[in-house]
């Protein structure tokens, strides 16, 4: 048998331009006429800026939806905590790092982007998919979202979704997640189901005592908040700095706002144990987090805080950016423009996450625990 003669094929070598797409990358910048040399340098860098701010997202709802997976779970052992807070973490910091991208588009002065802002009408960037999928994969609710004028922000998109293959692969991204959230695969969802299996003085759900168990911790810790309260009351009424009907009547609305946070009194009737187990879990996680078992889960609380952190900043500096930029005007799309962007840094979809600092006490004021061995490295509780 003659050996085949043909030449065995060169191995491939990759390069950087390659594994990266460069070429592909590079041409993607020509806007509508899909040709960047009719472009100012001033509409490259709207292009550039926005274009990286979609494959930041893209990286963000990666980390989103693992972590929620993970957290998701029926159980989530220990071990796996440092890895949804890392996943956590890193899209935290994607978008600080988008909070800084501002700095650049603030480089635009309002004549050099007036110069070709009416190419982009009525495109707008409320039509961004990546956005409105973050926030449905975080939870926030459609009484939450904003309004477009008088459109919801989904209908928006899904009315603009048989026009091209690129709308309906974005219809496609929001329809999955929507699919999501209405099987409780939300980040908020998932944390709240989390933080109810918190074992609460070493008492965990399904154990025969552990409603009487949450309720003698939540009742106890009001209790303390109270006798707090009245304390702070009496040393400001001796300052004499405020009439006394005033501070009595803070410090009542105070405490009243407390209870019916811990006893989850503003839940609907069938989510009112969960939520009130939930928010006991926040807050024993909270108050006791210097013990050692509780180290990971007070850091992945931190850290989804500052995940919301984060957003809201997004939110509040690309307001400011376009106000410094275009003034109050129209958006693009028909919107209020800076009005619209100011109102979506009201949400908090984390809400029960933030509330709970206004409740918080000094360590030393905290009812002792009866069970604070079980909080111990030598004895590790199960986290259901």
Known sequence: ???????????????????????????????????????????????????SYELWFKQVLRELKEATALLGGARLDEEKVPDVVHQLRRAAQVLRLAVEQFHVMETLTPQ????????????????SFQVRELELRLGL???????????DALAHIKGLADRSPAGARAWAHIAAAQADAAAGLTLRQVVEDWLARTPIEGSTPGQPEDSAVVDHFIEGYLGALDAWHGEQLRRLLSAQLTSAAELEARFSAASAAAARFLRAEDAPDDERDHRKRARAGLLFIESHRD???LAWPRTLIDTVVELEEQLVLFRHRHARMVERVIGRRVGTGGSS?????????????????WGVRTLLMPKDRVPALSNEAFYAFSAPPPRG
């Open 1 to 51: 048998m003659q050996p085949d003669p043909t030449p065995a094929p060169a191995p491939v070598v990759p390069t950087y331009w390659d594994y990266l797409q460069i070429d592909t990358l590079l041409g993607l910048q020509g806007g509508l006429a899909g040709d960047e040399s009719g472009l100012s340098a001033d509409e490259l860098l709207f292009i550039i800026v926005h274009q």
């Open 112 to 127: 050099d982007f007036l110069s070709f802002r009416d190419k982009l009408v009525p495109a707008s960037g409320f039509q």
């Open 141 to 151: 609710t459609a009484a939450q979202r904003e309004r477009y004028g008088e459109t």
């Open 291 to 293: 013990l050692p078992l």
């Open 337 to 353: 423009g800076v009005e619209y962007l100011d109102r979506t840094t009201h949400a908090r979809v984390f809400a029960d996450l």
